[in-house]
Structure formats: C-alpha cells, structure tokens
C-alpha cells in the first residue's frame, strides 16, 4: 500500500530550500528558458508530414461538383520550423488551387500529377512527396429542366371519418430544376410531393420545400410550393332509399321482393341536415337477373359529392312472380 504519510515527508525536506527563495524570479528563470528554446527550436530544419487543404478551381457558373475531392491531402515536407508552423497553425491558410485543363473529362489527379501544383505554390518549403495516392472528383455542367408539379394523393393522411372536400390546389404547378446533368436527366416528367402532415383533420394550407424531394445539388425555382385543400369530418348514418326498376313489366306480373333497400354511408357533417334523397339513384335492372336464383345486383347510378362509403344492408334483391 502507497505510504502518503512518507511522500509528504519526502517532498517537504526536496522543497525545504526553496523556502525563502523568490518565486517570481524563479518562474521568469524558466519562461526565458523555455522562450530561448522555443525560439532556437524553430530555426533548425525538420522534414514531417502535414495535412494541406486544396480547392478544385473551375468555372462555377457553368460546371458543378458531383463528387468532391477531399478538404486536405497529406504532403511530406521540408523546410524551417517558422515556414512550418506557419503553414500548420495559421487560422487563414491559403489552400493549393488544384486546376484541371477539363474539368468534365478529368476525373481523378495522381500523386505525380498533384506534386507541381504544390511546389509552385508553396515556395517557401520543400515538397518531398504527396502521401496520399489519387484523389477523386467529378465535375458535370448544368442543365435545366421544367416540370409540372404534382401531388402524391397517397401520402395524405387524414384523421380517421376525415375526407377532403375540395380540389387538390398545388402553386405554382410547375418549377425550374437546375443541376448537374446526370441528376437532372433522372428526374420524371412529372415531379411528385408528399406532405408531411399526419392525421390532418381541418382545412390544409401550406408551403412546402422542393428541397425536401430531390438531391440537394438540384436547384429549384421556385424553392417552395404552396399547398391546400379542405377536409371535414363525415358521420355515420343509414336510410332506406327507393329502388328504381328497369326493364320491369309494367303489368307488376314480376316485381322485387321490396321496393326500398335499407342503405349506410358516411355524410359530410356541414350537410347532415341537408340532405336530399332525391339526389340517390340506385336501380334493378330485370335484364341483369341471375336465372340461377332469381336475384338481381342492385346499380348505384348517382350519389351527392358529400356521400362516401355507400353500401346496402342486402344485395342482391329477390325478384318475385306473380301468380
């Protein structure tokens, strides 16, 4: 077990003849030093790898940058500690400009290939050797393409007994796309976005970003698209409705087993007590009789827009003879 008692002891009796001493000359003793030092250090030449940031140059308004090449390369190097410490520790150090003669064909720069833009450029040391292989790019031109705007109906999500009640109205309905070509050749005639909204139960009204639905390196104009629509809550409700007969002998030698039709369907809620059954038409058509069992399938031939899921209690109908 370590004696702190014998290590106290030990250090009091290596400080005792410091004491009296004077610390403020002590500690300006050792900051000369190590300033001498430091000072002496940084006049004597070291060979040491660092990591050099490079720009790709190239005409930005007509060209963009697929693939970037990496921030820094890795260079082994030569030269005095000042030229040294000032291309590691400087806050605003001047990359290599890297300058392919064509961009668009040239898409990788050797070690070999990397070294003259490096020694032009840094006068000041020696450059040994590029550490690092290849490095990697691509560079394309812009291109530009117009495309209608839609949306994609299915990733509405409406709370549930929600429907919308209106047009889908999408503004503008078209933008301007602009990118590198490969990304722009990709892209569909039709462009489609999703609305991030869930369980949406009151009228719809916002903006959303084209940024949200395409590669980043894609500019659009506009930026953003304005998106609305109105949506209510529908409520459960039934009613028997009249069954029209076609194709049926007017003599009622053959009728249906009853002449309404119990129905359920949800109504819009602004027209629960509107509603108007006159605007129901559903038939039996004598021609469409199953021989087999004498049934017919009943036809829904028009229903009011503030109806959705219209069903019967019983279908089909039993077709009866008179005696």
Same mark, same amino acid.
């Given at each position: ?112 290939? @990397?070294?003259? $833009?490096?020694? &032009?450029?840094?006068?000041? %040391?020696?450059?040994?050797? /590029?550490? !690092? ?111 029209? @007969?076609?194709? $049926?002998?007017? &003599?009622?030698?053959?009728? %249906?087993?009853?002449?309404? /039709?119990? !129905? ?60």
């Amino acid at each position: 077990m370590i004696d702190f008692r014998n290590i106290a002891h030990f250090l009091a009796e290596f400080l005792a003849p410091l004491r009296g001493a004077n610390w403020k000359i002590i500690l300006l003793c050792f900051a000369t030093a190590a300033t001498f030092w430091f000072f002496n250090a940084l006049n004597k030449v070291y060979t040491t790898k660092i990591n050099y940031p490079i720009h790709l140059v190239y005409n930005r308004d007509s060209l963009v940058a697929v693939k970037d090449p990496p921030d820094e390369i890795p260079i082994n190097v030569t030269g005095g500690g000042w030229q040294l410490l000032k291309r590691t520790i400087s806050v605003n150090i001047e990359p290599v400009e890297i300058m392919p003669d064509n961009p668009v064909q040239t898409q990788y720069f050797t070690a070999v290939n @990397l070294l003259p $833009f490096f020694s &032009d450029q840094l006068g000041d %040391i020696n450059i040994n050797y /590029i550490s !690092t292989d290849t490095i990697f790019f691509k560079i394309e031109p812009f291109a530009e393409k117009k495309l209608g705007i839609k949306l994609d109906s299915s990733s509405i999500q409406l709370k549930e007994s929600y429907y919308i009640t209106s047009k889908l109205s999408i503004e503008p309905d078209s933008a301007y796309f602009k990118g590198p070509t490969s990304l722009i050749n990709k892209l569909p005639e039709v462009f489609m976005v999703s609305l991030p909204d869930k369980n949406i139960s009151n009228s719809y009204n916002e903006e959303l970003s084209l940024d949200l639905f395409s590669p980043s390196l894609i500019k659009k104009n506009p930026e953003v698209i304005h998106v609305s629509f109105e949506v209510e809550e529908f409520i459960e409700q039934t009613a028997d409705l009249d069954i029209g @007969l076609v194709n $049926f002998p007017y &003599d009622s030698s053959i009728y %249906i087993q009853s002449s309404t /039709i119990g !129905t359920s369907f949800k109504i819009q809620k602004s027209f629960r007590n509107k509603i108007a059954y006159s605007d129901f038409l559903m038939i039996a058509d004598l021609n469409n009789m199953l021989t087999s069992d004498s049934t017919i399938n009943l036809e829904v031939l028009r229903l009011p827009e503030y109806i959705k899921d219209f069903s019967f209690e019983e279908n089909p109908v039993k077709v009866i003879y008179a005696k």
